[in-house]
């Protein structure tokens, strides 16, 4: 073989290795891309959840429909949906009733029941307890 040649195909074997270094090196870098947005939508669902703990020690849920209202992250996230019972003459706002739904259960409870009952500990489906 001619010396051009060689040089030409050993030219080609190198460019190939570089083109096949910057694609998977590409690959790679849009998987993270992508890896994070997926982290960052948790973390903003992780959020939202702790805001609905933290209301609901504080007999705060007002704060939930206002977030669940405004938001429509928060109420996709959230795990249970909740409205302020219209229909209700008290003033109060400790025994202001709210309707609360979640998977085919509907309840009421007021902000004075969340506030009292919230607190304690939880054994969850993978055999953690956590407290509040």
Do not use: C
């Not at 992780?46 to 992250?73: F, P, T």
Request: aromatic fraction near 6%; glycine fraction near 4%.
């Amino acid at each position: 073989m001619d010396k051009k040649k060689l040089a030409n195909v050993k030219r080609n074997i190198e460019q190939h290795q570089i083109d096949t270094i910057k694609h998977i090196t590409e690959m790679t870098l849009e998987k993270i891309m992508e890896k994070e947005h997926t982290r960052n939508a948790l973390q903003e669902e992780i959020r939202i959840l702790r805001h609905d703990i933290s209301d609901l020690k504080e007999g705060r849920l007002d704060r939930m429909v206002d977030r669940q209202n405004i938001a429509k992250e928060a109420l996709e996230a959230s795990a249970f949906t909740i409205k302020k019972d219209t229909g209700s003459k008290t003033t109060n706002q400790w025994y202001v009733p709210y309707i609360v739904q979640y998977d085919d259960t509907r309840s009421e409870i007021n902000n004075s029941v969340a506030k009292t009952h919230t607190s304690g500990s939880y054994k969850l489906s993978d055999g953690t307890i956590k407290y509040i």
